[in-house]
Nanobody, 115 residues
């Protein structure tokens, strides 16, 4: 059973950077894609970025050029490097994994961008 643990969230000022990490364990051989979504209170979860097991990446338009998703296969970890953060990037960020079973979600990590 795939399990995901996120880390790296926090409070930063506008224009600063954060790097989120998502460590996968259990059943990782079946994972073919991982990604990040985010959700604000009372709003629908929105997709942010994804990376396949061969390194192909995609981004939602409002983070293109600011966020970079990457993976370290040796550590079974996916990262989301977030630069030039804006107050509207404030959300809970969730890692997900697509594999042979239903999509697995992490517990979420809070990112707050405020001066």
């Amino acid at each position: 059973q795939v399990q995901l643990v996120e880390s790296g969230g926090g409070l930063v000022q506008p224009g600063e950077s954060l790097r989120l990490s998502c460590a996968a364990s259990g059943g990782i051989a079946g994972i073919y894609r991982m990604g990040w979504s985010r959700q604000a209170p009372g709003k629908a979860r929105e997709w942010v970025a994804r990376i396949t097991n061969v390194g192909s990446t995609n981004y939602v338009d409002f983070v293109e050029g600011r966020f970079t998703i990457s993976r370290d296969n040796a550590k079974n970890t996916v990262y989301l490097q977030m630069n030039s953060l804006k107050p509207e990037d404030t959300d809970v960020y969730y890692c997900y994994a697509d594999h042979t079973g239903p999509r697995t979600w992490g517990q979420g990590t809070q990112v707050t961008v405020s001066s």
